[in-house]
């Protein structure tokens, strides 16, 4: 059995590049199939990558929780 070839997903790689990247149109359109998938790569790895715990613990130290009461009676 011969594997299905999906079309080209247009949509997709337009809303990403013009609407979550905002390129330019000219920028978009000449852009390589490598570049834009490069940028997808790298967009959606940025998020789905923890923080190790040295860089959490280094987070927590810049960005201390100021301000906030905690509540023992829900423990």
Request: proline fraction near 16%; charged fraction near 25%.
């Given at each position: 059995m011969k594997d299905k070839?999906?079309?080209?997903?247009?949509?997709?790689i337009m809303t990403f590049g013009l609407g979550t990247l905002k390129l330019p149109s000219?920028?978009?359109?000449?852009s390589t199939p490598l570049e834009i998938s490069a940028?997808?790569?790298a967009f959606s790895?940025?998020?789905?990558?923890?923080?190790?715990?040295?860089?959490f613990e280094e987070m927590m130290a810049?960005?201390?929780?100021?301000g906030f009461a905690r509540n023992n009676s829900d423990e």
């Open positions: 070839v999906l079309p080209f997903p247009w949509e997709a000219e920028a978009f359109w000449r940028a997808l790569r790895n940025a998020a789905s990558v923890p923080p190790s715990r040295k860089q810049r960005f201390p929780d100021t």
